[in-house]
């Protein structure tokens, strides 16, 4: 799906390896936005989607909708 990001209600689950310095600076900073670093990680994302449209958009057209 290209349109409607914001549309699903499923989560998936995922492992990501970041450098334990980033997650430490990156949880305290949600912490005091009052977000969890999961929300951030989700708002961040889905920024990297809109920013690369174009990339999916060619994606849809060599290998068609997965």
């Known amino acids: 799906m290209i349109d409607g990001i914001n549309a699903e209600k499923k989560t998936a689950r995922m492992n990501v390896l970041v450098r334990q310095s980033v997650k430490d600076n990156a949880s305290k900073i949600a912490y005091m936005q ?33």
């Not at 961040?44 to 999916?56: G, T």
Request: charged share 35%; proline share 0%; no cysteine.
């Open 34 to 66: 009052r977000e969890t670093l999961n929300a951030v990680t989700d708002k961040l994302l889905e920024k990297y989607v809109a920013d690369h449209r174009d990339a999916l958009v060619k994606y849809h057209e060599v290998f068609g909708e997965a």
